[in-house]
Antibody, heavy 117, light 107 residues
Framework: QVQLQQSGPGLVKPSETLSLTCTVS?????????WGWIRQPPGKGLEWIGS???????YYSASLKSRVTISLDTSSNQFSLQLNSVTAADTAVYYC??????????WGQGTLVTVST | DIQMTQSPSSLSASVGDRVTITCRAS??????LNWYQQKPGKAPKVMIY???NLQSGVPSRFSGSGSGTDFTLTISSLQPEDFATYYC?????????FGQGTELEIK
């Protein structure tokens, strides 16, 4: 059974960097598929942030591309999100997910990240 | 970016009703359309992938159809556990984009 477990701080100060990690169990991320991040501002809809192929190729949302990095750590079977220079508009629940031909079939539990002093 | 527009934004229905939610893409996406169900405080769950394929474990009362720009999600006989918010998502080109959601409420 594939499981994704998210970790990372729930509070980030404005202008700092948001960092989240997703640990995968039940499947080796180096074996295939894309691994991605989606976010959801409170009370709003879903926004795709980006994804990384098991080979290391990345794809990002155009609106976030200048601030976002998604990376793989195959030795730990993890992938990570970094979002730089955050503002209050980046406050959201962040989800990690496995992507199979663009359909997200396994999700993490979600992490509410609040950007505030 | 491809824009996804769902209708209606909200829908009230009763247990046993047949309901249909539509999703329109701003350009052709072939059959690269997925449907998700989200309940409050939970991660979304994929119900239908590539327009008409039922995800493993999803009840057969859920079905999807369409291609090109127009798609539908149908629930043939609503059950209490189906009341949730539903999102469509295109996976034809990155950035993948979601519809704004349809909130399905109990009448």
């Amino acid at each position: 059974q594939v499981q994704l477990q998210q970790s990372g701080p729930g509070l980030v100060k404005p202008s700092e960097t948001l960092s989240l990690t997703c640990t995968v169990s039940g499947y080796s991320i180096s074996s295939g598929y894309f691994w991605g991040w989606i976010r959801q501002p409170p009370g709003k809809g879903l926004e795709w942030i980006g994804s990384i192929h098991h080979s290391g190729t990345t794809y990002y949302s155009a609106s976030l591309k200048s601030r976002v990095t998604i990376s793989l750590d195959t030795s730990s079977n993890q992938f990570s999100l970094q979002l730089n220079s955050v503002t209050a508009a980046d406050t959201a629940v962040y989800y990690c997910a496995r992507s199979v031909s663009g359909s997200h079939d396994y999700w993490g539990q979600g992490t509410l990240v609040t950007v505030s002093t | 970016d491809i824009q996804m527009t769902q209708s209606p934004s909200s829908l009230s229905a009763s247990v046993g009703d047949r309901v249909t939610i539509t999703c329109r893409a701003s350009q052709s996406i072939s059959s690269r359309l997925n449907w998700y169900q989200q309940k409050p405080g939970k991660a979304p769950k994929v119900m239908i992938y590539e327009a008409s394929n039922l995800q493993s474990g999803v009840p057969s009362r859920f079905s999807g159809s369409g291609s090109g720009t127009d798609f539908t999600l149908t629930i043939s006989s609503l059950q209490p556990e189906d009341f949730a918010t539903y999102y469509c998502q295109q996976s034809s080109v990155t950035p993948y984009t979601f519809g704004q959601g349809t909130e399905l409420e109990i009448k």
